[in-house]
Every structure is written in structure tokens, then in C-alpha cells.
């Protein structure tokens, strides 16, 4: 069972940038596609970054860029960076992962396995 733990959620103005890290209890950085999402309180979880086994990377379009996906290996994390953030970045961010089985890593909820218990993130305008 791998366990997911969130962290680096913060209240921040607008225009300012959070890094927030995804722990695991196993070696999730080969053999895993790990991806970020987001959630606000009566919709449905939002896509944001994925990572894959090889480093690919893929992202939303709707993030225009902002936001950076990576891999910490002295800490066994994986990370988001994101910048220039706005009140419409306001949700609790979840890290997700599920083993790395070829074809590729997507920005499908219902596709991951394992999911932490989020990290919540405000902006002030």
C-alpha cells in the first residue's frame, strides 16, 4: 500500500508562488506516474501536472505555464511549483499515483490508485 502525504500549503496573495511536496512511503520517483490535482468544494477534481517514470511531463493548458511538475530525489518527493498564483487557484491541491505501466501518465483521476489526504492553498486578491 503506498501512502501519499501532501505538504507546502499556504495562504498567499496574489501574484505570489507556493511550492508544494508529495511524500510517499515507497520509492515513487521510478516505476510510478504521479500527478497533481485540485478540488474545490462541489466540483470535480481539475488535472494540473503529471510525471512520469522518464520525466515526461505533462500539463493542463489552463495553467498557462505557471505551474512546474519535478522530481526531488534527495527527498523522495514530487513536487509543484506554482507561480503568479490567482483567487481562481483557491482549492485543496492531492498528489496521486499509480503504477507506471507504459502508455503513459494522464490527467485522469479515475486512472490513479493512490491518493493523499490534500493540502489546501488560498490566494487573497
Known amino acids: 500500500q503506498v501512502q501519499l502525504e501532501e505538504s507546502g500549503g499556504d495562504s498567499v496573495q496574489a501574484g505570489g508562488s507556493l511550492r508544494l511536496s508529495c511524500a510517499a512511503s515507497?520509492?515513487?520517483?521510478?516505476?510510478?506516474?504521479v500527478a497533481w490535482f485540485r478540488q474545490v468544494p462541489g466540483k470535480g477534481r481539475e488535472g494540473l501536472a503529471t510525471i512520469e517514470s522518464n520525466h515526461l511531463t505533462r500539463y493542463a493548458v489552463s495553467l498557462e505555464g505557471r505551474f512546474t511538475i519535478s522530481k526531488d530525489y534527495a527527498r523522495n518527493t514530487v513536487d509543484l511549483q506554482m507561480n503568479n498564483l490567482q483567487p481562481g487557484d483557491i482549492a485543496k491541491y492531492y498528489c496521486a499515483a499509480r503504477i507506471d505501466r507504459g502508455g503513459g501518465c494522464w490527467l485522469l483521476d479515475h486512472q490513479y490508485t493512490y491518493w493523499g489526504q490534500g493540502t489546501q492553498v488560498t490566494v487573497s486578491s
Open positions: 515507497v520509492f515513487i520517483l521510478s516505476g510510478y506516474c
